[in-house]
């Protein structure tokens, strides 16, 4: 497609398992960024990717969170032992200019 | 630190008038971007505008306009003869030149919704 997909829309996960987002940039979009939104806020950054490699990953919150995008495509956001306080909405976006940002729908993510 | 203030949570218009969205922000670099995005019903954040701070001039597109005033740390954001299709969540940002712009600071949005 042309925009930022996202998979799953919603997940609904026991606390304590293991969860994957998945995200699939615009094509030929280099930079990728993970963002959280929790209800009533505004997003709040994890991660951005540049290429391969995190270029900055200073908003991840602790180490259950990892992301990973192996050939400079697609991501994958990774949550360990999951807690009921990572319930919220992650974002995916990618870009080409500084800070125009083009946003997913997002992945909706509930802990129970 | 980098912080986003949206003093305003929700505002209602009816359509036809014009709405001003507030947006104040704090940073201790001198070069720093900012930014407005809304994020309609559907969820999508979607980009509207980019400002660097060397830049004052004020923006107009369409009936969209921008006002950025540094002596007062703002970048409000005004639409004129609003829509129905303008209701969503708009959420202004901030991004420090030190992280080339890549990692926004938004503020928690302000809530627009504009009755018929």
């Known amino acids: 497609g042309a925009g930022v997909s996202q998979t799953p829309s919603n997940k609904v996960t026991e606390k304590g398992k293991y969860v994957e987002l998945r995200c699939d940039p615009i094509?030929?979009?280099?930079?990728l960024y993970w963002y959280r939104q929790s209800l009533g806020q505004g997003p709040e950054f994890l991660i951005y990717f540049q290429g391969t490699g995190a270029a900055d990953d200073s908003g991840l919150p602790n180490d259950r969170f990892f992301a990973v995008r192996p050939e400079g495509s697609v991501s994958t956001l990774k949550i360990q032992r999951t807690e009921r306080g990572d319930s919220a909405v992650y974002l995916c976006?990618?870009?080409?200019?500084?800070?125009?940002?083009?946003f997913g729908e997002g992945s909706r993510l509930t802990v129970l | 630190a980098q912080k986003v203030t949206q003093a305003q949570t929700e505002i209602s218009v009816v359509e036809k008038e014009d709405v001003t969205l507030d947006c104040v922000y704090e940073?201790?670099?001198?070069?720093?971007?900012l930014f407005w995005y809304k994020q309609p019903p559907s969820g999508e954040l979607v980009f509207l505008i980019r400002r660097n701070s060397f830049d004052e001039q004020n923006e107009i597109s369409g009936r969209y306009s921008w006002n950025f005033q540094k002596s007062t740390s703002s970048f409000n954001f005004t639409i004129t003869a609003s829509q129905v299709v303008d209701s969503a969540v708009y959420f202004c940002a901030l991004s420090e030149a030190d992280n080339a712009g890549n990692m926004l600071t938004f503020g928690g949005g302000t809530r627009l919704m504009v009755k018929p």
């Open positions: 940073t201790r670099d001198t070069t720093y971007y």
């Open positions: 976006a990618s870009s080409l200019q500084l800070g125009e940002l083009f």
């Open positions: 094509s030929g979009h280099t930079a």
